[in-house]
């Protein structure tokens, strides 16, 4: 067994409420849930209007399906124009760990 998670931390466009944060975040959070099966929230910086840090998970029987789903979710973040992607962090286990 495998988990792998992936920590985003972001630097939000032209937002100046939590309202407009919120807006902004809910869209990735539940497309990276629809399109890819993952857990995924936003895990850091509820109340600062311009960062947020959305935190990712998955479980797999196989390390290289793993790898490429996780790959696939920094794609779709990095790729969001409404959102500047700082630092990504990647951390893989196995039931070993």
């Not at 992936?6 to 990276?32: H, N, Q, T």
């Not at 960062?51 to 399906?65: K, L, T």
């Not at 490429?68 to 973040?77: A, F, P, Q």
Request: hydrophobic residues 40%; glycine residues 6%.
């Amino acid at each position: 067994m495998y988990v792998g998670t992936l920590s985003f931390d972001l630097l939000l466009g032209d937002v100046r409420s939590l309202k407009e944060k919120r807006s902004v975040v809910k869209p990735i959070v539940a497309e990276l849930q629809r399109k890819f099966s993952v857990s995924a929230a936003e895990v850091s910086g509820q109340d600062l209007h311009r960062r947020a840090e959305i935190g990712v998970a998955m479980v797999s029987g196989d390390q290289g399906h793993l790898s490429d789903v996780l790959d696939r979710c920094e794609r779709l973040v990095a790729a969001r124009p409404e959102v500047e992607l700082l630092s990504v962090r990647r951390r893989l286990h196995t039931d070993e760990d």
